[in-house]
């Protein structure tokens, strides 16, 4: 078995190009030729995971972004093929990194439904209500004050009133028929305002 052993050792030297004495190079080396057994060469553990990584998404090769631990690397690769039911096979951080980046990628707000972390699923409802200028991926929106910032956003990008209506806060609801109203020119909608000073604030700005 020690022969095999050292016919292995000797195979991987021949392939590393005489002067690449570096772990830079033997990385860069084993990119180009998308060659796994070189990333093994390299002496710096981190590199050498970094280097797997990357060929792996080369090569499209998920049993070895596994084989590795990388969720960086299933992450990548359910990316690149737009292929949302990848992103269950990682735990942690880069899970919720590969719903977040797919579903702004396809503009799809059902896959931050994915996104185990609250804050950040919230964050990624708001940013597809911003890409798509719609409304309805604010409503799944946890933080009330989020949600009603959300909405309210919504409807001054589309300059579409009617949307103010599902803001809970009044003032906030206030401010966004008020801002539609300006943006628009039609103070008929100031009269949805409730609340007096607004109102009047709002038909003044454009009487």
């Known amino acids: 078995m020690r022969w095999l052993f050292v016919v292995s050792l000797l195979f991987l030297v021949a392939c590393i190009p005489l002067d690449c ?96 972390n609250d804050v950040l699923r919230d964050e990624c409802f708001i940013e597809l209500s911003e890409i798509t200028v719609n409304a309805k991926p604010c409503f799944s929106v946890i933080n009330r004050v989020e949600r009603d910032k959300c909405i309210l956003s919504a409807a001054v990008d589309s300059t579409d009133s009617n949307i103010c209506f599902e803001i809970q806060d009044p003032i906030t609801k206030a401010l966004c028929y008020k801002s539609v109203a300006v943006n628009t020119g039609k103070v008929k909608i100031c009269d949805n305002i409730q609340l007096t000073m607004i109102r009047n604030d709002c038909i003044n700005k454009l009487t």
Do not use: M, P
């Open 21 to 116: 004495t570096t772990d830079d190079c033997k990385y860069d080396t084993a990119l180009e030729r998308e060659d796994i057994n070189l990333c093994s060469t390299i002496e710096n553990s981190a590199v050498e995971k970094a280097c797997k990584a990357e060929v792996a998404i080369k090569l499209e090769n998920l049993n070895l972004c596994q084989s590795i631990d990388s969720g960086y690397c299933i992450a990548t690769i359910a990316e690149n093929q737009d292929n949302s039911e990848l992103c269950n096979l990682i735990e942690g951080d880069w899970k919720n990194t590969c719903f977040h980046n797919l579903a702004v990628k396809l503009e799809n707000s059902d896959l931050c439904r994915g996104i185990e």
